[in-house]
């Protein structure tokens, strides 16, 4: 199953590398990672998608945790979140395709954010179950490039748990 | 008063209690080795190859508790050292490490004797600093040795470009250390503990399971204390032998692939099992679908991670050794008189003796040959058992570990985890140079004492006793086991045709070297090897194809075991 970690570590040389060698060092999977520095000065925050069953995801939450630079694990999926990552796509758009194009990048609130001669560039910002369905309708259209971010995640403000 | 950072460097050693270095010179440290002839009570002591630097201060930190300390230069000195400090990781070992490095200006530039040593060393340390700011080095170092002795021990690399080193600052020890991100757990949760007595009070088949660990938290007392008290048994890993004293009544010997035939069937029918300080390696456990299957197990460790690693558990306990069995004795105030444990555990205990009478350790002992696990036993009769024993790896470290008794923790180094060939000389030397006046015996094969032979010289020149015993086979004796048993005796690579004349190699490093090729021979020449003042290599020629049992083939379970 997918679970994605949300992780805060200290903001040095290496901290990447320690966290990437640990996953690889122990044969556990990235299906993505995300690293940017957070408002506090020295420390970054991590947004790590992964794989696994129960026993090998407490391995690596503890794996993290024992990291002499790691401040924080938090697995998300054991909770309620919010997940967006963003794509970027270059799709072939010569003729009427681009009528078409740009009437699926409406409906799903996509924005244009390039034009070429016979090519256009959308941004699509969501979680897994807008970005998935998109990238599957353009992909008809001849995909040129691709780019994408993996999910940033956070931990809603009310969790179901609260509410009942 | 501005300090550069080599003296720096050298101040906090001598803040940290550090009082011997294991190392080697080389161009990116010779302003520290510039500055070391001044601090009179640091020891350094010249090694002959940066491997044995490491494994001395991993068998000084073993065999005294405390910190071992290395210092190397760049590059090559460096990358010698990875074997070492994969060793201590792998032993959870408390180590700092000091690598030069070259000056900061040409880091990445492919340098002279350039590594980038952080990086190689990031999986098999603790922690690891490169100090790019003199200004950084005090706060650095002081962080170094915490990481290394507290919570789940284990080696820290630090490393020194040589500017850094020659660069000046104003110098003061950090008094104090709070880090946001490392804080290890010591206290036990006490709901869990009450857990422990309630299972101990309804077990008919309790074990005490003890490892490494027990060693790392000095609980070797308490461990003693709740068996005794409670008449329960105790068996260990590898690491954990010397926790219980080995002449116990309690003790039922090692478990494992080469454990007692007691030990094993214990694991296999006990119906409670406490393990202390161990993890459940594979060596250990066996096919893991069919270990200790009918025990509820109690898993006291610090480090959370060997929880629920290899084997599912009923009470996880997440603290150090010690603190966790001072409390579970504390628990267990109430109810120790109410309840004969003896009688309780009178038929367990019953059953144990049997297994232990109908396969006790033995081996053959037929033909006039030496037989290399008579040579461990009179080791441990000519030195009463006071002694301290280091081993190589492969059937030298097994029949040292099924054949001596350990009295005392601290008093068998050997590399259980990563199985380092060339371990056990220079850790006999790290371990005389904090005892200097005991008996250290390294008990080798001739195959592994080959690895770090030119330790011979270090230990010549600074005339430390150690007596290496090599149980001469002429094989790579356990590959050659293994080639026997599973490999239709294909002894591919395994015979060793050219080892040098031990006795001759002894001479020539300027110690002393004695042969035992006759079963009369064996106790007059230990005897002599043993009281001869400096180091001695003892070669003993040994019957060549003797094996190792009992043996719990790979993969199978630990009732499974081939047996003499």
Known sequence: MRHILSILVENEPGVLSRVVGLFSGRGFNIESLNVAPTLEENVSHMTISTSGDDRIIEQIIKQLRKLITVIKVVDLTEMESVDREMVLVKISA?????????RIADIFRCKVVDVGMSELTLEITGDRGKVRPIITLLQRFGIKEFARTGPVSMRRSMQLEDLV | MLLTGAQILLESLCREGVDTVFGFPGGAVID???????????????????????????????????????????GPGATNTVTGIATAYMDSIPLVVFTGQVPTSLIGNDAFQEADIVGITRSCTKHNYLVTDVKDLARTIKQ?????????PGPVVVDLPKDVMQAKTRYAYPETISMRSYNPNYTPNLKQMHKVVDLLKKAKKPLIFAGGGVVLANASEELTWLARALSVPVTSTLMGLGVFPGNDPLWLGMVGMHGTYAANMAMDSADLLISVGARFDDRVTGKLSSFAKQAKIVHIDIDPTTIRKNVSVNVP??????????ALREDLSEDLHKTSWEEKHGSWLDKLRGWEESHPMSYPTEGDSIKPQQVVEKIYEISGGDAIISTEVGQNQMWAAQFFRYLRPRTLLTSGGLGTMGYGLPAAIGAQVAFPDKLVVDIAGDGSIQMNIQEMATAVSYGLPVKIVILNNGYLGM???????????NYCSTCLHTSPDFVALAKAYGAEGIRIQKQEELVPLLTRAFKTPGPVIVDVVVEPEANVYPMVPAGASLSEMLLV
């Open chain 2, 32 to 74: 520290i080795y510039d500055e070391l002839p001044r601090y009179e009570k640091l020891r350094h002591v010249l090694v002959r190859h940066e491997q044995g630097a490491v494994h001395a201060a991993d068998g000084y930190a073993r065999a005294s508790g405390k910190v071992g300390v290395s210092l190397v230069t760049s």
């Open chain 2, 479 to 489: 590959v050659r086991q293994w080639q026997e048993l599973f490999y239709s005796r």
């Open chain 1, 94 to 102: 010569e003729g009427t395709k681009r009528a078409e194009i740009l």
């Open chain 2, 317 to 326: 306990i997440v603290a150090d050794c010690k603190t966790a069995l001072l």
């Open chain 2, 144 to 152: 170094a040795f915490y990481i290394a002795r507290t919570g789940r």
